[in-house]
Structures are given as C-alpha cells and as structure tokens.
T-cell receptor, first 119, second 112 residues
C-alpha cells in the first residue's frame, strides 16, 4: 500500500520549454504533498508544500512564478517548471502524506522522482 | 547554521563491520527523526524513525537519539555490500507541520 506515482520519470527538453510533472497517490488520499529538488551529490531540498484546494507554500528562495504547483484533488499534485533553463536541470521528487495514516506509518511516501534535463 | 548536518563521507567499512552514521540538528524543538537510504538516481526509502531518547533497533539497524546533544545516529551491524548507498538523516520540521528537512547525506561504501 501507500504508493506514490510520479510521471514522467525522465524528461529532456529544450531551454524555454515548460515541463509538467505529476504526482499521484494511488491508494490513499493525500491532503498534503511535498516537492523536493535534488542536485547531484546534494541533499533533498524542500521546494514547496502543497495542500489540496489551497495555494502552495513555497520555501524561501523558490520562485513561485517559476515553479507552479497545483493540488486540485486529494490524489494529484502537479509541478510545472515554466520556461525551463539548464540551471533547472535536477532530480525532482514528490512525496505525499496520507490523510488517514495508520499507527506507526511513515510520515511521507515518496514518488520515484523525475530527472529533468534542459538542453 | 544548517538545520540538519551530516558528514558527507565517504565512509568506507569492510563487509561484516559496523557502520556508524551521525547527524546533528539545530532545532531543539524537533520531535521526530528519520533515516533514509538512497541509491544513486533513486528516491529515498525509509529505514527507520525514532521519536524519543534512547535506542531503537530493527534487524541490523539501530537508531540512537540524544536530544540534549541534538544528535542522531544510525548503526548498521554486519554491513553488506548491498548497504552501500547514501544515508539521509531527516528531521520533522515541527510538531504541527509535516515537512521533512534532510541533511546532505553520508555516502557509505561497504567493501567485500
């Protein structure tokens, strides 16, 4: 149980393109989803917290107009990297928090990540 | 000061040895602490978490928490080459919130 599907797993596109990444909780409802970014040999950096039906909360230094987050349902959050440039190339990982977690369950369930390469 | 700090390593141990990974955190109010393992190009996977002072054991893994020192550690007994990965320490940001703040990770290499 507690599967998070992230799509696509790998994207290569030209500079200036906008890229949408989907994060779906397949067998549970997620009122909160998180978006992380990881550069090579670096840690996961929290970009934003996405709450269903409300605006996302962005971490300091993350441009909200650059990284558009939509959490329209309890099972889907999307991250759109607008006008992507080579410096946006990174590993993007989403995670989801179960609306009804069972006792002792982990706090977040991670997707498999999306590797974004901007040429 | 970074919220969660780890020595990036690499930490090299021979097969069968005990690997000791360490983590310090800055927010004294932190309540929950997590260890994740991440293989190259993959998402992190949870190994174990700990809430209270003392030790928590799960198979070959033991997590230790010292709140007074703001220090968390992970011991891996009988290390195997398959344990070679990056180990990420994470702290739940605060009691009300749910965001996890990760350390940079320690790379562990277990040689056969």
């Amino acid at each position: 149980g507690a599967v998070v599907s992230q799509h696509p797993s790998w994207v290569i596109c030209k500079s200036g393109t906008s890229v949408k990444i989907e994060c779906r909780s397949l067998d549970f409802q997620a009122t909160t989803m998180f978006w992380y970014r990881q550069f090579p040999k670096q840690s996961l950096m929290l970009m934003a917290t996405s709450n269903e039906g409300s605006k996302a909360t962005y971490e300091q230094g993350v441009e909200k107009d650059k990284f558009l987050i939509n959490h329209a349902s309890l099972t889907l959050s999307t991250l759109t990297v607008t006008s992507a440039h080579p410096e946006d190339s990174s590993f993007y990982i989403c995670s989801a928090r179960d609306r009804h977690p069972s006792s002792g369950s982990q706090p977040q369930h991670f997707g498999d990540g999306t590797r974004l390469s901007i040429l | 000061q970074k919220e969660v700090e780890q020595n990036s390593g690499p930490l090299s141990v021979p097969e069968g040895a005990i690997a000791s990974l360490n983590c310090t955190y800055s927010d004294r109010g932190s309540q929950s602490f997590f260890w994740y393992r991440q293989y190259s190009g993959k998402s992190p996977e949870l190994i174990m978490f700990i809430y209270s002072n003392g030790d928590k054991e799960d198979g070959r893994f033991t997590a230790q928490l010292n709140k007074a020192s703001q220090y968390v550690s992970l011991l891996i007994r009988d290390s195997q080459p398959s344990d070679s990965a990056t180990y990420l320490c994470a702290v739940k940001r605060n009691q009300a919130g749910t965001a996890l703040i990760f350390g940079k990770g320690t790379t562990l290499s277990v040689s056969s």
